[in-house]
């Protein structure tokens, strides 16, 4: 579903284009199940998308669809990472088998990937997750990383995916570790949404940033009890924040709600070998806190202390890392501190979004002081 808003300027006419939602969205214990004639309506030949540890995972729901719709399906890994190079492989194997539509299954980078490869290809594509830990299968965008696992850069999507199956008996399957991740993700969009996009005066943009707290509230309020009893009713709901109601925050703002420095540090983070061990929102998570220590040295922002003394404790409480020792990053080379801090920098980063200018050296002060008592290491400009 794409809503186009045209907003007139002096000369000229801007238009901003949004792809808010996915076309159609099945969720439920069985929805799996249930989803055969949804997912033939897109074509006989889908080509299987997803890692090798998430299709397995997905075969006993899968196949009794595809042998009831008798549909003719191959399927095929992504490979490590979502990179040009595997994604050249999937383009081809979409041609030799000759797909009408695509079914992504797995986490972020198996359905940034099947999702790129269905808009390259211009057919359909159906978004299965297997975890709840991240809203890649709700976005239109694909996130591309080196064949070494960095971050490169971002793609803009033509549309949402056409149906998103959230499939809660599946989701179970994954580790409790995922929807933790997941948790982090999400609840980043309320502190960089607001840092980036609160003091908008646009609809969308308002509304966008105002569902991004209440997705914070409700992860406060829900997370704990809900991985206490995975499966229950209150890790529905979880896991539907998680993985819907952060897509929604991403399609309602758009490209003018952007994500700031817990991204930004993500992505400095992906370049350090010794950081893939750990998930994206797991990162993300350690990069909110970053982000906050950022705001509280360099401009006395007591808001920014107590959010982050706040996120100390829930973090605790469920499991969310909370230094770079928690990444496994404890042993981390000052040099090596320092190319992650460079490319977090960089011109073209997220970071720069901050009301304040950051450089390499004031990140690499906030990555380390993240536990740090309120008042601690204030960094002047």
């Known amino acids: 579903m794409t809503q186009t808003q045209s907003t007139k300027t002096t000369n000229t006419t801007a238009i901003y284009s949004l792809t808010i939602a996915p076309a159609r969205v099945l969720r439920g214990q069985k929805a799996l199940a249930q989803a055969g004639d949804a997912i033939a309506r897109f074509g006989k030949r889908p080509l299987i998308v997803g890692g090798s540890n998430s299709?397995?995972?997905?075969?006993?729901?899968?196949?009794?669809?595809?042998?009831?719709?008798?549909?003719?399906?191959?399927?095929?890994?992504?490979?490590?990472?979502?990179?040009?190079?595997?994604?050249?492989?999937?383009?081809?194997?979409?041609?030799?088998?000759?797909?009408?539509?695509?079914?992504?299954?797995?986490?972020?980078?198996?359905?940034?990937?099947?999702?790129?490869?269905?808009?390259?290809?211009?057919?359909?594509?159906?978004?299965?997750?297997?975890?709840?830990?991240?809203?890649?299968?709700?976005?239109?965008?694909?996130?591309?990383?080196?064949?070494?696992?960095?971050?490169?850069?971002?793609?803009?999507?033509?549309?949402?995916?056409?149906?998103?199956?959230?499939d809660y008996g599946l989701i179970q399957t994954a580790p409790q570790r995922t929807l933790i991740a997941g948790i982090g993700d999400a609840i980043a969009k309320w502190y960089e949404a607001s840092v980036s996009s609160g003091h908008s005066e646009q609809t969308m943009i308002i509304a966008a940033v105002q569902q991004a707290r209440i997705l914070r509230d409700i992860l406060f309020q829900k997370s704990a009890a809900a991985l206490k009893e995975p499966g229950s009713e209150t890790w529905q709901e979880v896991t539907d924040a998680a993985v819907l109601l952060a897509g929604v925050i991403g399609g309602i703002g758009g490209a003018q709600c952007r994500t700031v420095a817990a991204h930004a540090v993500h992505n400095g983070l992906t370049h350090l070998l010794a950081s893939h061990g750990t998930l994206h929102g797991e990162k993300v998570a350690y990069g909110i806190l970053v982000q906050l220590r950022l705001e509280e040295m360099l401009q006395n922002n007591q808001l920014a202390a107590t959010a982050r003394q706040q996120l100390l404790k829930f973090y605790a409480e469920i499991g969310l890392p909370q230094t770079l020792d928690n990444l496994g990053l404890g042993d981390v080379s000052l040099t090596q501190l320092q190319q992650a801090a460079d490319i977090a920098c960089n011109p073209d980063s997220d970071i720069h979004r901050l009301p304040f200018k950051v450089v390499p050296e004031q990140l690499m002060a906030a990555m380390v002081s993240t536990t740090a008592p309120v008042g601690e290491l204030k960094i002047k400009h």
């Open 55 to 166: 299709l397995a995972a997905a075969q006993p729901y899968l196949q009794p669809i595809l042998e009831q719709q008798q549909l003719k399906s191959a399927q095929t890994s992504y490979g490590k990472d979502c990179s040009e190079r595997s994604l050249e492989t999937l383009r081809a194997a979409a041609a030799t088998h000759e797909a009408d539509f695509i079914i992504g299954v797995g986490g972020g980078k198996a359905l940034d990937a099947a999702k790129l490869v269905a808009h390259q290809c211009k057919i359909p594509i159906v978004t299965i997750p297997t975890s709840a830990a991240t809203c890649a299968a709700w976005t239109a965008l694909s996130n591309i990383y080196s064949e070494q696992g960095a971050f490169q850069y971002d793609v803009t999507l033509a549309r949402c995916p056409d149906l998103l199956i959230l």
